[in-house]
């Protein structure tokens, strides 16, 4: 079982920066792969970035360059700094742990986090 918590959102101009966190609960976390997915108003819940157990990571093309995923799993923790913010990356940001291959889709996922709320303003 894996507990996840968000933090870091808020209310930041285009061109900002803004890092949110994943807090997660449980022994086995480091053997996830944890996800970062986005949901604006009237949209489907997309895929931004994940994090692999081993390390590796992977971005949508929408934030490729401007988001960097991280993770200490010494502190049980996955971090998403995102930088040059635009008003098409408001939206809830959600966290997820996986041991799924399908990690584009949120079906792929079995634990999720609260959200956290990310508005950027022009």
């Known amino acids: 079982q894996v507990q996840l918590v968000e933090s870091g959102g808020g209310l930041v101009q285009a061109g900002g920066s803004l890092?949110?966190?994943c807090a997660a609960s449980?022994?086995?976390f480091s053997s996830f792969a944890v996800?970062?997915?986005r949901q604006a108003p009237g949209k489907e819940r997309e895929f931004a970035?994940?994090?692999w157990s081993g390390g590796n990571t992977y971005y949508a093309d929408s934030v490729k360059g401007r988001f960097t995923i991280s993770?200490?799993?010494v502190k049980n923790t996955v971090y998403l700094q995102?930088?040059?913010?635009?008003?098409e990356d408001t939206a809830v940001y959600y966290c997820a742990a996986t041991r799924s291959?399908?990690?584009?889709?949120?079906?792929?996922y079995n634990y999720w986090g609260q959200g956290t709320q990310v508005t950027v303003s022009s």
């Open 19 to 21: 890092r949110l966190s």
């Open 26 to 28: 449980g022994r086995t």
């Open 35 to 37: 996800g970062w997915f």
């Open 49 to 51: 970035a994940i994090s």
């Open 71 to 73: 993770r200490d799993n």
């Open 82 to 87: 995102m930088n040059s913010l635009k008003p």
């Open 101 to 108: 291959p399908y990690y584009y889709t949120p079906n792929g």
